[in-house]
């Protein structure tokens, strides 16, 4: 079922989503080569703790650590550790989802790390430029597939691989919750938009295969099966009487 949030949890919804947004920046500094994932992990919990706050993600179905950390070839819930050290050339997602108030923002953004390849750097910024482009389609009365049709359009004609596994998702007072939004062509027609929903658009997107591998061990860390490399972004949206609001961006 699809969850229309009213006017007092989507004032709420904005206070976490601009936490979020405040979180991800007040981190961007830190990623630089030398820096382990861990480091930036406690970063993250340190503030967010210091400023009321909690981790969505620490504890969320026996995750270990308060933010998820990919780098590289790590699609997604890359598990932050102190020998993942960044090297010039990296690039690392950071997905925060910070708890305020009883409500999630969720958020993330792909760093580059010192000088990167320029391959790399154009699938980081095609993954961003195809964010931005699914959020365009967000209004009432549109399907939520129409996001993943207009994403699809932009990508798959440059070669990339959409990952289909995973997708974005409706959030509140839970940290995953209907609508399911996809990022690639699914072929069908999903539920339509109404004002008041609140999900997020995150294109996981990779320069090989559009296929994961999901780790045996630790349950968590997605990997592309071709072992290249994949870029990620993530905004929280409000769909509003006349079009869309994107909640995680500071104030």
């Given at each position: 079922?699809?969850?229309?949030?009213?006017?007092?949890?989507?004032?709420?919804?904005?206070?976490?989503?601009?936490?979020?947004?405040?979180?991800?920046?007040?981190?961007?500094?830190?990623?630089?080569?030398?820096?382990?994932?861990?480091?930036?992990?406690?970063?993250?919990?340190?503030?967010?703790?210091?400023?009321?706050?909690?981790?969505a993600?620490?504890?969320y179905?026996?995750?270990?650590?308060?933010?998820?950390?990919?780098?590289?070839?790590?699609?997604?819930?890359?598990?932050?550790k102190?020998?993942?050290?960044?090297?010039?050339?990296?690039?690392?997602?950071?997905?925060?989802?910070?708890?305020?108030?009883?409500?999630?923002?969720?958020?993330?953004?792909?760093?580059?790390?010192?000088?990167?390849?320029?391959?790399?750097?154009?699938?980081?910024?095609?993954?961003?430029?195809?964010?931005?482009?699914?959020?365009?389609?967000?209004?009432?009365?549109?399907?939520?597939?129409?996001?993943?049709?207009?994403?699809?359009?932009?990508?798959?004609?440059?070669?990339?691989?959409?990952?289909?596994?995973?997708?974005?998702?409706?959030?509140g007072r839970?940290?995953?919750?209907?609508?399911?939004?996809?990022?690639?062509?699914?072929?069908?027609?999903?539920a339509?938009?109404?004002?008041?929903?609140?999900?997020?658009?995150?294109?996981?997107?990779?320069?090989?295969?559009?296929?994961?591998?999901?780790?045996?061990?630790?349950?968590?860390?997605?990997?592309?099966?071709?072992?290249?490399?994949?870029?990620?972004?993530?905004?929280?949206?409000?769909?509003?009487?006349?079009?869309?609001?994107?909640?995680?961006?500071?104030?």
């Amino acid at each position: 079922m699809i969850y229309i949030k009213n006017k007092t949890e989507i004032d709420k919804m904005r206070k976490a989503g601009a936490f979020a947004a405040k979180l991800l920046n007040y981190l961007a500094p830190y990623v630089k080569v030398g820096a382990s994932t861990l480091e930036l992990n406690d970063i993250a919990e340190d503030f967010t703790k210091k400023n009321g706050h909690r981790s969505a993600p620490l504890g969320y179905k026996g995750f270990p650590k308060s933010i998820c950390s990919s780098i590289n070839q790590v699609v997604c819930h890359g598990i932050p550790k102190l020998e993942d050290v960044l090297k010039e050339g990296d690039i690392i997602n950071l997905d925060v989802s910070p708890i305020v108030d009883g409500y999630i923002g969720d958020t993330s953004r792909t760093f580059l790390v010192g000088e990167t390849d320029p391959l790399v750097k154009k699938l980081v910024d095609d993954t961003e430029k195809s964010m931005w482009i699914g959020i365009e389609q967000v209004k009432p009365g549109n399907r939520v597939d129409e996001i993943g049709n207009a994403i699809d359009d932009f990508l798959t004609p440059k070669g990339y691989g959409i990952v289909r596994d995973l997708m974005g998702h409706g959030v509140g007072r839970n940290f995953h919750e209907e609508p399911q939004i996809p990022h690639f062509r699914m072929n069908r027609k999903l539920a339509k938009m109404e004002a008041g929903m609140i999900f997020t658009v995150e294109p996981m997107v990779n320069l090989g295969t559009w296929e994961v591998l999901f780790d045996k061990q630790d349950k968590w860390t997605v990997r592309t099966k071709d072992g290249k490399w994949s870029a990620q972004f993530e905004h929280t949206i409000l769909v509003t009487d006349k079009g869309y609001e994107i909640l995680t961006q500071e104030n």
